[in-house]
């Protein structure tokens, strides 16, 4: 191919989403650049002891805990067309990680790969015309020289599981105790003969809380709504409502209640941020909202950038493949994008659904109910693309009813794909 | 004063709005760095001879032609307490960049600036409580080296006549002659004896078409209503309604009239951008409006970030002043912001105010009418900082009326300011 036919594709981050951008991308023929900041692939699914900054001064980008195991069966990991192979149906961090390696040299990915370089900035080329290009802004972190690259298409996966949010309690800056976000958790050690108290509910609230039960002093959790609270059975546990304010040595909750205890660790989810996208790139991410993206992915403003992985509660790798391949469709010309007041009335009717449901403006990419599946037959048959196999919806629900039921051993279970369906 | 107490400012740029933010911000006391992409102050005001990009690759800055006059007298530019002296009315470019430097000398201001820093990249730091602050990253342009630092208020000044809008016409890479933006127009000369046609009809297109007029062979001016031209009695001038398309030696138009041409000038204004604003700073643009700005200045995701200059049709020395002057009442504390519900419920009552004048979204900053002075009485009212004189909104109008009757020789008025009114 032609040099100045070339395409040339940059991706931000070589994680789950990243790599398989790359692969798709680079099946087009296209010329492809994976930044990735770390010096591995894997992103999330790499532990690491470090927490705070590494030694470029850069955010600690995991958030992985020691001993993590999926919370999905393996079979609705993967992607379309690489299974996660374990002996588990519910495999730990490692095996994750090993698939993921796996994936990359089976596809030759790491030709592709620069590692140790950090996307600083991301701009569209005004004025050039119906063939709009992006500036890409490069630091190369080993030697902190930084470069300005032109591209094609911009693929952004950089993840979701970084920037701890931390709600603003009065007081919490006088707290004398231990507080950490589960973004800096690594295992539960240091909290041995510790009175606990842990906020929030959900999945690493409760592999956190199940881990700390077993050597903690005492464990307290906070919850808007205690009822939702299902840690299984914790003899240690106690619930609470909202903290109302935080003193050096405990905490206050709405109830008029207080507690005594020596750590915090927040729960609390994270933020959505994309440092490195410029405001010129006509993204607004607000409460976790990003707009406008046509099918949760394409910046309708600039429809050659993609935001991969940006729905959540969902199968996330065969997500992240699938949004790879719709994308791909479209950058290629495969299939023509809608105009663009058609792509931001899609996206209009689907916020109208979601409010409808009564959703809050941060659950505006959350995958409720049938929400999810709904997603990704919409993807598959708008783009023309292969869909998921039926059996993902099926383990994914199983999963989903057997950890209500048991949420201390779900993970136990072992499940099997017999036929096709 | 303390280390630790000492804010500091981060400026964006020292032209006249960066200059201005950079004295008041000195004379609270603060530690004040203005990063500076060229090698010297004034901004739109340098007039240099290179267009396109410069040494370091940057696109050229300026968009000053030769022998540019102001458009308005010199009592209504200036600052509130430092005047534009001139022997004329309307002073040239030379005489206000004098002024400019001869500022920047009286308050010792190069003490702050760093020359040949380009700012790459501001984010707020999240999760650091109440006493929230913001990185930004620079590149020395000399050394290519990039610098992470931190600010505890930044104030973005990089102006908006920079990033030339040019409108998509079928045709246009097809056309054989030359075509330019205003942006790059320097000086007629290059157009002797050319076939031009002018795209525009606001300030800069009236300057280069009086100026073309006088060497071209014919001049021709496409605008969307030809009743709104107003250029003086030029005789050679011809007026056509919107382009519907470009051929390689002219231009068509949609009442199917065409001409031929070997020159055609865009002057069709500026896009505003912020490529060195993280879209995590909560900033969105969109058609020149930009969101969300309490008293179109300071950011109300982060109200300790302003965007200064952003209102246009203006006095904009003494509007940037103003601005200034405004938001450092609020950043030292002086005076106290209302809550973020009642900053945003003030900036949609502005909003339906302009669209209950039937102002389109890319005028949502314009200052029309009576909004003009409205304003600047309302930004000192609110901050209780001192008012422009009364003398400044006499002048703009006379000057606006005089132009109207005469664009070709109202900047040899000569007016005077007798007594305090």
């Known amino acids: 191919m032609a040099q100045s036919t070339t395409k040339r594709y ?230 609470k409502p909202t903290i109302s304010k935080i003193t050096p040595t405990g905490v206050e909750f709405v109830d008029g209640t207080a507690i005594t205890c020596s750590v915090i660790i927040y729960c609390t989810g994270y933020r959505f941020t994309y440092p490195f996208l410029s405001v010129d790139c006509g993204i607004t991410v607000e409460d976790n909202h990003v707009t406008p993206l046509y099918k949760h992915v394409i910046n309708i403003n600039h429809p050659s950038m993609a935001l991969i992985g940006v729905p959540f509660y969902c199968c996330p790798t065969q997500m992240m493949d699938l949004q790879a391949r719709f994308c791909i469709q479209y950058f290629t010309g495969s299939r023509l994008l809608p105009s663009r007041s058609d792509m931001l009335a899609d996206t209009e009717a689907d916020l109208e659904e979601r409010k409808r449901r009564g959703l809050p403006k941060k659950w505006m990419h959350k995958l409720v109910d049938d929400m999810q599946f709904k997603y990704y037959e919409d993807l598959a048959r708008t783009a023309g693309i292969v869909p998921l196999a039926p059996t993902v919806e099926k383990m994914f629900t199983e999963c989903m009813r057997r950890r209500m039921l048991d949420v201390q051993n779900y993970r136990d279970d072992e499940f099997e794909v017999v036929g096709e369906n």
């Open 10 to 239: 940059c991706i931000v981050g070589a994680g789950a989403g990243g790599l398989s951008c790359a692969r798709h991308a680079a099946d087009t023929g296209a010329h492809v650049t994976v930044f990735e900041q770390t010096a591995s692939v894997g992103g999330t699914w790499v532990y690491t002891d470090e927490t705070g900054h590494d030694r470029y001064g850069l955010p600690v980008h995991s958030s992985m805990y020691r001993n993590l195991r999926t919370n999905i069966p393996k079979q609705t990991m993967g992607y379309w067309d690489s299974e996660l192979v374990s002996d588990r149906t519910y495999p730990g961090q490692e095996e994750v990680l090993s698939w993921l390696e796996g994936y990359a040299e089976q596809h030759r990915l790491s030709r592709w790969i620069k590692f140790e370089h950090q996307v600083i900035r991301i701009v569209p080329l005004f004025g050039e015309g119906a063939s709009r290009r992006w500036e890409v802004i490069v630091r190369d972190l080993r030697e902190n020289r930084c470069e300005t690259l032109q591209f094609d298409f911009v693929m952004v996966c950089n993840g979701h599981y970084s920037c701890p949010k931390v709600p603003e309690y009065p007081g919490r800056d006088a707290f004398v105790g231990i507080q950490i976000h589960s973004h800096d958790y690594r295992c539960a050690d240091r909290f041995e003969d510790q009175d606990v108290l842990l906020v929030g509910a959900g999945y690493s609230a409760s592999d956190i809380a199940i881990a700390t039960a077993k050597v903690a002093r005492s464990l307290t959790v906070s919850h808007h709504d205690p009822n939702k609270v299902n840690f299984g059975n914790l003899p240690t546990l106690v619930t």
